[in-house]
């Protein structure tokens, strides 16, 4: 099978890239004019992906950039050689001379995605890596490839139970997952220790380990940046590194565990992820669980609102001479339950991201205590880290319970003292100040004279821009809904505006300035118009990778002038999402279309001005 994905025509012994990025982009269009991939962009979008959790640079020379999506057609490899090597960020920081690229399908089968982890366990052959590094043919690459054959593992007697035992994992599942397997089991091999290793890859987990082998274990090492069951290792030595770390340094890696020198797992407050380098890291990481869980409700339950608006501002009110029942009862879905919704979620899985599931309720908890006493988003916000350490703090507190108690810890302990120590400090703590501040910034937003307004719509439109879908992104966004849920629509619309401006300037500029485009980006441009139109700014990432110092700059300026322009001519957005499905609820949309548009057109034009032409 491997013939198949590695093609005399995927193979180039002299690539002319003097960096990483000229590199990728060289192997990436090999694929593609193999038909192996539809959308070089997609694609080359995944592999960067990748590369910005840790590079897959590895040692002596070689590199596997790898990536797993939609666009790839047939599970493929390209190989490609430079001889004076280049810098890939690779583990022993030496240049890297031949970087196979690994290019797999949504739906790859097992048997593909065996072949490819097949091949980087190869790689880890000194004999095969001299070869490679010194054929004169393509043929000869092939022929070093095809015919090496793997030796086969030795069986051991069930009852003789192993030394120690490892965890692989990466994000994608391909490489580094079976690498990492394969140097610990070679390095364990030469030590004459014996180890299993289970692989949580692409196909699922591989080779898993019983309860009876953790058991009788000396020492466990979980190299993985991805999540994994981890509870099980309660009690026991578990060192928990990089996926990187089980092919770099296995040797430390089986002595430490060997020795019981890595510290004992305590179980649920250690997570239930490997904590790797890659992890997000605190209070962005949790924020940005609870930020992403909640938009369903802000999505669906604001253009709800939105929708009912259509029948008059007032016309979910029985009370008033417009009312009509289909505005109240898309009031009474989207802002009677969705939106009201939205400060609980977003309380409740932040604390589930500090606590897992025990913070869930008591954050949630708070969340709702919150909006019932005029906390809104910020005291939920608070309410929800505040539910997540409480929990944190009683697992801490509660450690120690005989082994018989264990059970009552997540469905007795945690809770009832979790929602009540949660809500006593709600209650005691944080409303009162909150609420205050929470009313004050809803007054300093109402009173906002128009020239501040238009410099917070500045502000908040070119945030949309720098990192199209970041935390930068997410924080104006945030801010937007915030607003909205005390009913001051104005900085909302600042935060449409600008998120909507970079694909459609980008599509403008590749209809306008086509001698400055591929034809792949002028088709990926048309793209842009329906998602610059529906508000999904991630819609221009692809341009911006491939270019971003002048891409970016564009999108910020064209971005800050919508969102400056929409507020100046006092644009209201009530819904959170939408594009142009929301024009009709928008407060002047004639005004904000042109605005939109021209801030569209200013991002073109300095594109057009700094790219300078296809030759």
């Known amino acids: ?293 909640m938009l369903p409700f802000v999505v669906g339950g604001g253009i709800l609102i939105a929708l009912s608006f259509i029948f008059g501002i007032e016309a979910a009110n029985s009370k008033h001479e417009t009312f009509n029942p289909l505005a109240k009862m898309l009031m009474d879905i989207g802002g009677g339950n969705a939106f009201f919704l939205m400060v609980p979620v977003l309380a409740g899985f932040i604390g589930m991201s500090i606590a897992d599931r025990p913070g869930f309720a008591p954050a949630m908890v708070a969340g709702l205590i919150a909006t019932n006493n005029g906390g809104g988003f910020l005291g939920g916000l608070i309410g929800g880290f505040l539910g997540g350490y409480i929990v944190l703090g009683l697992k801490r507190v509660f450690s120690k319970l005989p082994a018989s108690l264990e059970g009552l810890k997540p469905v007795l302990i945690y809770p009832l003292l979790g929602i009540f120590l949660t809500g006593l400090a709600m209650y005691g703590l944080i409303i009162e100040p909150v609420a205050f501040l929470n009313n004050e910034m809803t007054e300093f937003l109402k009173n906002l004279g128009t020239g501040n307004l238009v410099f917070l719509g500045i502000i908040l439109g070119g945030m949309m821009a720098v990192d199209m879908g970041g935390p930068i992104n997410k924080a104006a966004f945030t801010f937007g809904i915030a607003a909205i849920a005390t009913k001051n629509y104005a900085p909302h619309a600042a935060v449409m505006a600008g998120g909507m401006v970079p694909p459609l300037g980008i599509a403008l500029a590749t209809t306008i300035f086509k001698n400055k485009f591929t034809k792949e980006e002028k088709e990926a441009g048309a793209i842009c118009y329906v998602m610059g139109a529906s508000f999904i700014t991630e819609g221009a990432i692809p341009f911006a990778a491939s270019d971003p110092m002048r891409i970016i700059p564009a999108s910020i300026i064209g971005s800050a002038f919508a969102g400056g322009m929409a507020l100046y001519l006092g644009c209201l957005l009530p819904a959170p999402h939408g594009g142009i499905f929301v024009l009709p609820i928008i407060t002047n949309p004639g005004m904000y279309f042109f605005s939109v548009i021209m801030g569209s057109v200013i991002t073109a034009m300095i594109i057009g001005v700094l790219k300078p032409s296809i030759k």
């Open 1 to 293: 099978m491997l013939k198949e994905m590695l093609t005399e025509n995927l193979i180039n012994l002299n690539l002319k890239a003097q960096n990483k990025e000229e590199a990728i982009n060289e192997l990436i269009e090999m694929l593609f004019n193999e038909k192996k991939i539809k959308d070089k962009e997609i694609f080359k979008e995944e592999i960067l992906k990748r590369e910005s959790i840790s590079s897959t640079g590895l040692e002596d020379g070689v590199a596997i950039p790898h990536g797993k999506n939609k666009t790839v057609i047939f599970p493929s490899i390209a190989f490609g050689r430079v001889r004076n090597g280049i810098e890939f960020e690779s583990l022993d920081g030496n240049p890297t001379t031949m970087i196979f690229m690994i290019a797999a399908p949504e739906g790859a089968t097992d048997s593909h995605i065996e072949t490819l982890s097949k091949l980087t366990t190869i790689l880890l052959e000194d004999d095969v890596r001299e070869k490679l590094l010194n054929a004169k043919t393509k043929e000869e690459v092939l022929k070093i490839l095809l015919e090496y054959k793997n030796e086969e593992k030795k069986e051991i007697n069930f009852n003789e139970g192993y030394d120690i035992l490892a965890v692989t994992g990466c994000p994608t599942g391909i490489a580094h997952t079976y690498m990492a397997a394969s140097s610990l089991e070679k390095k364990a091999e030469s030590l004459g220790i014996k180890i299993k290793v289970e692989t949580n890859g692409s196909t699922g987990v591989k080779n898993k380990l019983s309860d009876k082998e953790i058991e009788m274990a000396k020492g466990i090492i979980v190299a993985a940046d991805t999540s994994i069951e981890m509870d099980r290792f309660k009690g026991k030595n578990v060192d928990i590194v990089p996926v990187k770390d089980g092919i770099k340094r296995p040797e430390e890696l089986i002595l430490r565990a060997l020795e019981k020198k890595a510290p004992i797992y305590q179980g649920e407050m250690n997570g239930n992820k490997s904590k790797t380098s890659s992890e997000r890291k605190g209070i962005y990481k949790h924020l940005m669980n609870g930020v992403s869980n």
